[in-house]
């Protein structure tokens, strides 16, 4: 059977974390053990994490943040539809053009034959 080599590396890395500690300045400073318990209450992940306030504004409720969201989306698509079909019809003016000039052509050909 193999033999674990984690015994070395632990002591290594005990070795790292404490130097670490040493250069961080908490040499006064004993880790916890594992019967303390935690003074400050951990948010869970279905509560919602306060964010920092930056600017006073309206309080929107996640429904009308989505909506609000949804709007500007849309807003934006839009804007880009009508940037891509005026690019589209660009493209296919000088051959529709040509295309008109040619039936006329053809057109009054057959007109003046009569």
């Known amino acids: 059977m193999d033999k674990p080599t984690s015994l070395p590396q632990s002591a ?15 040499e006064s400073l004993e880790p916890p053990l594992l019967t303390d318990t935690v003074d400050e209450q951990i948010p869970l992940l279905l509560e919602e994490a306060e964010a920092p306030v930056t600017a006073p504004g309206p309080v929107l409720d996640p429904q009308a943040k989505r909506q609000e969201t949804l709007l500007h989306l849309d807003a934006e698509l839009r804007a880009a539809a009508q940037l891509i079909m005026q690019d589209v019809i660009n493209d296919f003016t000088p051959h529709i053009e040509n295309e008109i000039k040619r039936r006329l052509d053809a057109r009054l050909e057959r007109l003046l034959n009569q």
Do not use: A, F, V
């Not at 290594?12 to 908490?26: A, N, P």
């Open 12 to 26: 290594h890395l005990l070795d790292d974390l404490e130097s670490i500690r040493q250069l961080l300045g908490d």
